[in-house]
T-cell receptor
Framework: GAGVSQSPRYKVAKRGQDVALRCDPI?????LFWYQQALGQGPEFLTY????????KSGLPSDRFFAERPEGSVSTLKIQRTQQEDSAVYLC???FGTGPHEQYFGPGTRLTVT | TQLLEQSPQFLSIQEGENLTVYCNSS?????LQWYRQEPGEGPVLLVT???GGEVKKLKRLTFQFGDARKDSSLHITAAQPGDTGLYLC?????????????WGAGTKLIIKP
């Protein structure tokens, strides 16, 4: 497809379960970002990849959060032992270059932890 | 700490009215982007401004970057229900980063028919 896709669109997890969220960026885009967004708020940075290298994971809230992009394209955000405070929309964005360029967002995955 | 403050946080007006929303900071940014986000979707880029004093028009939307590149405004003329959404500004790059954007919390805009 032409845009960024994310799956699943919705995920309900029981507290303590592990979840994996997938992002397919635009083909050829070097940069990939993961964000967490609370309702009615701006995106909060989680982590950044340049190709397969994770250059910045300073926004990951705890060591239960892990992200990878092994071949420099598809990325997965994994959350282990989910907690209720993890409930949010997780957005993935990609951009062509490595600077503060325009970012193209996927539709997000809404995670609800019960 | 670099911050982008957006105002108002929430705005509800009638179709046909004009409005302006603001994005302010005490920090200088090399570029500033405006996005619109509809419920259940990711933000969509509207415009990027890079030059102090720059004005860009996108149909009924007018974007302005402040002379000092610390603030920006979005003016909508004759608002329509399709303009409803969360308007986000993002400035870049973050200090000591060449890729990370600083995001505002957004202005939630509702246009009533």
């Amino acid at each position: 497809g032409a845009g960024v896709s994310q799956s699943p669109r919705y995920k309900v997890a029981k507290r303590g379960q592990d979840v994996a969220l997938r992002c397919d960026p635009i083909s050829g885009h070097v940069s990939l970002f993961w964000y967490q967004q609370a309702l009615g708020q701006g995106p909060e940075f989680l982590t950044y990849f340049q190709n397969e290298a994770q250059l910045d994971k300073s926004g990951l809230p705890s060591d239960r959060f892990f992200a990878e992009r092994p071949e420099g394209s598809v990325s997965t955000l994994k959350i282990q032992r989910t907690q209720q405070e993890d409930s949010a929309v997780y957005l993935c964005a990609s951009s062509f270059g490595t600077g503060p360029h325009e970012q193209y967002f996927g539709p997000g995955t809404r995670l609800t932890v019960t | 700490t670099q911050l982008l403050e957006q105002s108002p946080q929430f705005l509800s007006i009638q179709e046909g009215e004009n409005l302006t929303v603001y994005c302010n900071s005490s920090s200088v940014f090399s570029s500033l982007q405006w996005y619109r986000q509809e419920p259940g979707e990711g933000p969509v880029l509207l415009v990027t401004v890079v030059t102090g004093g720059e004005v860009k028009k996108l149909k009924r939307l007018t974007f302005q970057f402040g002379d000092a590149r610390k603030d920006s405004s979005l003016h909508i003329t004759a608002a329509q229900p399709g303009d409803t959404g969360l308007y986000l500004c993002a400035g870049g790059p973050k200090l000591h980063s060449n890729y990370q954007l600083i995001w505002g919390a957004g202005t939630k805009l509702i246009i009533k028919p």
